[in-house]
């Protein structure tokens, strides 16, 4: 007789999608550092790492790595929640709402210092991404 399979669902298994707009600071930031050395089309990511840390109460930081591998005058970046390969004039100028790293139902806004950007649901949750170049 076969053992019984069974199946285990994290509390967070739900919410990983909505979750990884948080914080793509290391994304951007260890994706232009990562040596393209695998086979990845032209022009994609994939996720590398991903790291969740909620021991502060209300508060959610997520970590992400992503390698890519974007082709001439593209650079590793944010576009609907996920890593994709944007135009590298977007990251030069610090304009990052250009890249449309928010979902569809989120509005984009630029930090003060533009240093990264926020994310705000109908619901007014806000999701803020930080540490970008």
Do not use: H
Request: charged share 25%.
């Amino acid at each position: 007789m076969a053992p019984a399979v069974r199946s285990i669902k994290r509390k967070d298994a739900i919410n990983w999608p909505r979750m990884s707009t948080t914080f793509w600071a290391v994304l951007l930031l260890t994706a232009l550092l990562i040596v393209y050395c695998g086979q990845l089309a032209a022009g994609t990511c994939e996720i590398v790492t991903l790291d969740k840390d909620s021991s502060q109460p209300r508060r959610t930081i997520a970590r992400q790595t992503a390698r890519c591998a974007c082709k001439k005058g593209q650079i590793a970046g944010t576009t609907n929640a996920r890593p994709a390969c944007v135009d590298a004039r977007i990251v030069k100028t610090k304009q990052w709402c250009d890249m449309v790293p928010c979902l569809e139902d989120e509005e984009c806004d630029l930090l003060v210092n533009k240093s990264g950007w926020t994310c705000t649901q109908p619901s007014g949750r806000v999701k803020t991404t930080t540490g970008v170049i």
